[in-house]
Every structure is written in C-alpha cells, then in structure tokens.
C-alpha cells in the first residue's frame, strides 16, 4: 500500500504565500505523475496542477497558473505547491494525487493514491 501525507496548511492573508508538500512511501511502486487538487464546501474536486515524475514538467490549470508552482523531490519521493498571491476563494481542503501509469492527469478518477487533505484558509 502506497501513502501520501500532505503538509503545510494553515491560515495566510490574502496575499500571502504558503508551500505545501506531500510525501510518498511504502511498497515500491512506479510513478508516472503526482497532482494537486482542491475542494471547497459545496463545490467538485478541482485540478490545479500536475508534474510528471521521471522529467519533472509541470502542467497547471489556467485558474492557478502564474501563482502555483508544482516541483518535486525525487529522492524525497515528495512533490510541493508552492502558491502564491493568494486569493479568499483559494480557501478549501488540498490534496495530493499518485498515479501509476498514464492518462488524463486532469482527472480525479485517473489517480491510483490520494493524500489525506490539508485545509488552506485565506482571510480577506
């Protein structure tokens, strides 16, 4: 069984920044891609943003691209989201995603492993 544990949520000023990280471990298994996603009260899980693991390009949904950046850690097994300039309607519960082979990387059913979820509240 693969885990992920997402970190780094918290409470930021509209403006301010946060760095979340998620961190894979157990069985060996192959990496094709980790994500990002967010849910808001009331609203579908979203795509933010995704990166590829064997080059590391990232793929960014137009909704948080030129504020996110995703990057990641091969020896670490870890991927990051960097967000800055946040926004009040950035507030909801974030989640990191593993998949295993290819596909949609937009696509919430595409992904074999999820994190737990870290709440991100922005104040206005």
């Known amino acids: 069984q693969v885990q992920l544990v997402d970190t780094g949520g918290g409470l930021v000023q509209a403006g301010g920044s946060l760095r979340l990280s998620c961190a894979a471990s157990?069985?060996?298994?192959?990496?094709?891609?980790m994500g990002w996603f967010r849910e808001a009260p009331g609203k579908e899980r979203e795509f933010l943003g995704a990166?590829?693991?064997?080059?590391?390009?990232?793929s960014y949904a137009d909704s948080v691209k030129g504020r996110f950046t995703i990057s990641r850690d091969k020896s670490k097994i870890t991927v990051y989201l960097q967000m800055n300039s946040l926004k009040p309607e950035d507030t909801a519960v974030y989640y990191c995603?593993?998949?295993?082979?290819?596909?949609?990387?937009?696509?919430?059913?595409?992904?074999?492993?999820w994190g737990q979820g870290t709440q991100v509240t922005v104040s206005s």
């Open positions: 157990g069985r060996s298994f192959s990496l094709y891609a």
């Open positions: 990166v590829s693991w064997s080059n590391g390009v990232p």
């Open positions: 995603a593993a998949k295993a082979s290819g596909g949609d990387y937009k696509y919430v059913g595409s992904y074999d492993y």
